[in-house]
């Protein structure tokens, strides 16, 4: 199958995760305007008028940006939670159809009803999994693109490798697949398009950045963090993530807690949306790619940095050509 058209805009093939808490507008202008896919969450905004404001002032920006420069900025993308735990699902839907994003990335089930209404301006739909079911259920859906999120990936990731994961996919899945888990510099990015990924997906890397909405102990904290400082547990959300050691201590949470399968409460005066909110703003979640960050720079220099890693990586590989021929 041909890719989409808006790969030919890109000048990376990667897209920033949409981060709970941490993306925003600036983050994703940024991306967008560097030549890779910018995306946030709906629910980053208390409401669904302040989500319309940011899709809005992120719409603005790109055209300004256009005109300005003559050049095709990236397409950005919005994260919808597609559960009946999330009771904004429809209104957001309708922003995003009014607005028509041109990148919808579904979480926690895959609507055909939703696919249709993204597919009908033209829209895409990539939905995330973890395992070969939900990306057969993603498929029967209609969606345009798969995320695979392997083991070592921040937030909800999963437990298969990503070699393996890519190759059970592929047998079926012929659009376009997305790679996420451990990927923080350009070599990584080509490693992900040479296991057979179209895209690679990148969350933790992009906290670290100057546009990023992270706390400053957040990202001094991943700079600080190896691979085993990232702990697998259910005890934040009830849903296994991975999560920085430290913020789990600091909040007082210790190893016989995090082992557990149970949701701390972390109170009872809160709805269930709130107590998240609160659990993750000071739970820090990352990936195992915190072992190769090491500083905090701007969207535009970090991109950059990337491109070049991305093209080494490239013609180092070209180069061992020569040596098996």
Known sequence: MSKPE?????????????????????????????????????????????????????????????????????????????????????????????????????????????????????????????KKRHAEKAMEAGVDGLILVSAGAGGHGGTLNPISLISEIRTFFKKTILLSGCISNGRDIASALQMGADLAYMG??????????????????????????IIYTAVVSGVKANFIKQSLEA?????????????????????AAKAEAKAWKTIWSAGQGVTSIKDCPSVSKLISDLKSEFIDSIKEQSQLLENFK
Not at 204 to 216: M, Q
Not at 251 to 271: A, P, Q, R, V
């Open 204 to 229: 933790t890397r992009f906290i670290n950045t100057k546009e990023s909405l992270a706390d400053e102990g957040y990202k001094n904290m991943i700079i600080n963090s190896t691979a085993d400082d």
């Open 6 to 130: 808006f790969f030919n805009n890109l000048s990376l093939p990667a897209v920033a995760a949409p981060m709970f808490l941490i993306s925003g507008p600036k983050l994703v202008i940024e991306c967008c305007k560097n030549g890779i896919v910018g995306t946030f969450p709906a629910l980053n905004q208390r409401t669904t008028e302040g989500f319309e404001e940011w899709v809005i002032q992120i719409k603005t920006e790109l055209e300004e940006f256009e005109k300005e420069t003559g050049k095709k900025a990236a397409p950005f993308g919005v994260n919808l939670i597609v559960h009946n735990t999330n009771p904004r699902i429809k209104a957001d839907l309708k922003v995003c159809v009014k607005h028509k994003v041109p990148l919808i990335i579904t979480s926690l089930g895959a609507v055909s009803q939703l696919v249709g209404a993204i597919h009908s301006y033209g829209g895409l739909v990539y939905h995330d999994i973890i």
């Open 251 to 271: 909040m007082g949470i210790t190893e016989d807690d995090w082992s557990k399968t149970k949701k701390i409460n972390f109170g009872e005066e809160l709805d």
